[in-house]
């Protein structure tokens, strides 16, 4: 059996009383229709304005998007929310699914408040100030090793490391919310990395909330790089029978894609402004000269490409949307056990990755203390919590990619 084949699933958090997919259903009448907080929403046209994109919510179409909703969203969401007519009981009645809410999903709302309540979805100045200056700091030092010292090397590994801590944090001000948080991200995000932060938030989001659905995460679908499962003949690529070989450099180009992908879609979607915070960036590396600028680039790709897809490439794969928001995350995502203050730091938060997908919302350095409150939560409610150490997941990991080269 492959390392993510697991296919027992024992947990069943939402029930349909009617299908969804039925003629009679107007959901299957052009309509997009998402039930949150015990109402039916049509957001047929609203989805022409979601800064979100139209995409994440035609997947959520005719199912209970209560969890996501809040998952992904702000307050001032929330009261926009509130300003939005429901469907009529006659439609609810007569041409929607009835949902079901059960225990499981009550329980984990029930946590989400109580974490609330307790301050963890708090940010603190503190925090935020250390990271951007440490950010800043590692990026000026090898800076000053390449133009002072002439140590290129050295120049490239602290640099490297900038835009991979740079990463991380433009990943957490990218989910916080607020206008400060946003333009946080476009700063740090631009000046460093050169990525565009729309594009990112657009394909993430979806990923949080189908988290390793072939079909629909494009987080994971890597092929024909990398295949997570077993190809038809016409679509295989000799290759692939190398991937577990080749992963490594390959991982190291994931910047350079980001980076390229980036700027197609800021030029496309005339997101000029973005272009511009992306510009000091480009100029920095320039100066630096390509040997510096290529290396950092590289070695900072690869720090985060070897960590972001360990925790969930060799976990399940979904074949269907059908399951909840909870349960979702609970089968796909595992934890990674760091044992020292380096690697603590290395893995800069996605060793919290269950909580970070449970509360995507949620700081980065408040998940230390939410890991305990969520395993007892998962002991109580009888959902497997998974966690393994860091070299037990790469190892799985690269497990991984040798099943699906055969």
């Given at each position: 059996?492959?390392?993510?084949g697991?296919?027992?699933?024992?947990?069943?958090?939402?029930?349909?009383?009617?299908?969804?997919?039925?003629?009679?259903?107007?959901?299957?009448n052009?309509?997009?229709?998402?039930?949150?907080?015990g109402?039916?929403?049509?957001?047929?046209?609203?989805?022409?304005?979601?800064?979100?994109?139209?995409?994440?919510?035609?997947h959520l179409?005719?199912?209970?998007a209560?969890d996501?909703?809040y998952?992904?969203?702000?307050?001032?969401?929330?009261k926009?929310?509130?300003?939005?007519?429901?469907?009529?009981?006659?439609?609810?009645?007569?041409t929607?699914?009835?949902v079901?809410?059960?225990?499981?999903?009550?329980?984990?709302?029930?946590?989400?408040?109580?974490?609330?309540?307790?301050g963890?979805?708090n940010?603190?100045l503190?925090?935020?100030?250390?990271?951007?200056i440490?950010?800043?700091?590692?990026?000026?030092?090898?800076?000053f090793?390449?133009?002072?010292?002439?140590?290129?090397?050295?120049?490239?590994?602290?640099?490297?490391?900038?835009?991979?801590?740079?990463?991380?944090?433009?990943?957490?001000y990218?989910?916080g919310?607020g206008?400060?948080?946003?333009?946080?991200?476009?700063?740090?995000?631009?000046?460093?990395?050169?990525?565009?932060p729309?594009?990112?938030?657009?394909?993430?989001n979806?990923h949080?909330?189908y988290?390793?659905?072939?079909?629909i995460?494009t987080?994971?679908?890597?092929?024909?790089?990398?295949?997570?499962f077993?190809?038809?003949k016409?679509?295989?690529?000799?290759?692939?029978?190398?991937?577990h070989?080749?992963?490594?450099?390959?991982?190291?180009?994931?910047?350079?894609?980001?980076?390229?992908?980036?700027?197609?879609?800021?030029?496309?979607?005339?997101?000029?402004?973005?272009?511009?915070?992306?510009?000091?960036?480009?100029i920095?590396?320039?100066m630096?000269?390509?040997?510096?600028?290529?290396?950092?680039?590289?070695?900072?790709?690869f720090?985060?490409?070897?960590?972001?897809?360990?925790?969930?490439q060799?976990?399940?794969?979904?074949?269907?949307?059908?399951?909840?928001f909870?349960?979702?995350?609970?089968?796909?995502?595992?934890?990674?056990?760091?044992?020292?203050?380096?690697?603590?730091?290395?893995?800069?938060?996605?060793?919290?990755?269950?909580?970070?997908h449970l509360?995507?919302?949620?700081?980065?350095?408040?998940?230390?203390?939410?890991?305990?409150?969520v395993?007892?939560?998962?002991?109580?409610?009888?959902?497997?919590?998974?966690?393994?150490?860091?070299?037990?997941?790469?190892?799985?990991?690269?497990?991984?990619?040798?099943?699906?080269?055969?």
């Open positions: 059996m492959a390392p993510n697991e296919t027992i699933h024992k947990i069943l958090t939402t029930t349909y009383r009617d299908d969804p997919s039925s003629s009679s259903s107007l959901i299957n052009n309509r997009l229709c998402l039930f949150i907080n109402k039916w929403y049509d957001l047929t046209q609203w989805q022409n304005i979601h800064p979100g994109g139209r995409e994440i919510l035609q179409n005719g199912k209970d209560t996501a909703f998952a992904l969203h702000s307050e001032d969401a929330f926009r929310l509130s300003n939005l007519k429901p469907c009529s009981p006659l439609q609810t009645q007569y929607l699914p009835y079901e809410t059960t225990n499981l999903t009550l329980s984990f709302r029930q946590l989400r408040e109580k974490l609330i309540k307790e963890h979805f940010r603190s503190f925090w935020e100030t250390f990271y951007q440490s950010v800043y700091v590692m990026c000026l030092l090898g800076t090793c390449h133009f002072y010292w002439g140590y290129n090397l050295l120049a490239m590994i602290i640099i490297g490391f900038g835009m991979q801590q740079s990463g991380w944090i433009g990943h957490d990218a989910h919310r206008t400060w948080m946003r333009w946080l991200c476009r700063t740090l995000s631009g000046f460093i990395n050169a990525f565009s729309t594009w990112w938030s657009r394909k993430h979806t949080h909330i988290t390793n659905n072939l079909g995460d987080d994971v679908a890597n092929d024909p790089v990398f295949h997570l077993f190809p038809s016409e679509k295989d690529f000799w290759f692939r029978a190398y991937q070989y080749y992963f490594m450099p390959v991982y190291s180009l994931l910047y350079l894609s980001w980076r390229w992908q980036s700027i197609q879609y800021s030029y496309y979607s005339s997101l000029y402004h973005e272009l511009a915070f992306m510009l000091p960036s480009y920095w590396l320039y630096l000269g390509w040997q510096v600028a290529v290396g950092s680039v590289l070695f900072g790709g720090l985060v490409a070897i960590i972001v897809t360990a925790t969930h060799s976990e399940e794969m979904l074949n269907d949307s059908s399951r909840s909870v349960e979702t995350q609970f089968l796909t995502t595992c934890d990674a056990r760091c044992n020292n203050f380096f690697m603590e730091w290395l893995w800069g938060g996605m060793q919290y990755q269950l909580e970070h509360f995507p919302t949620m700081p980065k350095y408040n998940y230390a203390r939410v890991r305990p409150i395993q007892q939560w998962a002991n109580d409610n009888g959902i497997k919590y998974k966690i393994e150490s860091v070299w037990s997941i790469w190892q799985r990991n690269f497990q991984t990619l040798k099943h699906f080269s055969s």
